[in-house]
């Protein structure tokens, strides 16, 4: 059955990279501006956090579609370890942006529990499955761990751990939509999926930026 309008588009580099790419320089250039007036060390130190993780989130998007635009589809093991590395980066930047942009090694472990789990659930399943148990368990996991760290404490990391929590609700609502719907209905889960892209993409350094008016 060939794909729908919206599954087509989603997987076209249309949506992937280039209205990533689009959303990501948006976000980026609105959180530099919303920070022009912090003080001048302030702002150079989260200048610089906003715009490395701009530059990840863009390689992000341009890599780790299926067809990767320029190059076509990569080849093993590159195809699992390239998505991989970036879903665990785009989960890091979370956890990192919550402890106040400071490693820890508790940060480091905490973005390997929600993979681990995922693929011992999901084994020998297609991976649509896999995705829809990644987001639902990152969604448990980040409460969780906001709580025990006492971090829900802090509004900056209350409003970063919210945007997670964003992305995360609408990328489980659209994969539900396209598991439990039939053709051509199903569709529709594609077209809301490009929403919860453009946030996670594009909104990361904005977020930053404002939560950091509230944080150290």
């Given at each position: ?39 001048s060390e ?48 785009g989960d ?6 919550m402890d ?117």
């Open positions: 059955m060939s794909a729908g309008f919206f599954e087509s588009f989603y997987q076209s580099p249309i949506q992937h990279p280039v209205l990533l790419w689009l959303s990501n320089l948006l976000g980026t250039t609105l959180a530099l501006v919303s920070i022009r007036t912090l003080e302030k702002r150079s130190g989260l200048r610089n956090f906003i715009l490395l993780w701009a530059l990840i989130s863009a390689l992000d998007a341009w890599l780790s579609a299926n067809q990767v635009f320029g190059l076509g589809v990569l080849s093993a093991p590159y195809s699992s370890i390239v998505p991989f590395l970036f879903v665990w980066a890091y930047r979370i956890f990192l942006a106040s942009r400071k490693f820890s090694s508790r940060g480091v472990a905490a973005c390997f529990v929600v993979p681990i789990l995922a693929g011992i659930l999901t084994r020998g399943q297609e991976p649509r499955i896999l995705f829809l148990v990644y987001e639902a368990l990152f969604l448990v996991w980040i409460l969780l761990y906001s709580r025990f760290t006492n971090l829900n404490k802090e509004p900056a990391a209350r409003m970063i751990r919210n945007l997670s929590l964003g992305f995360y609700t609408l990328w489980v609502v659209a994969d539900l939509l396209i598991l439990s719907l039939s053709p051509p209905w199903n569709d529709l889960g594609f077209a809301v999926r490009v929403i919860p892209n453009l946030i996670y993409y594009g909104a990361f350094g904005l977020v930053c930026a404002r939560a950091w008016r509230l944080g150290p």
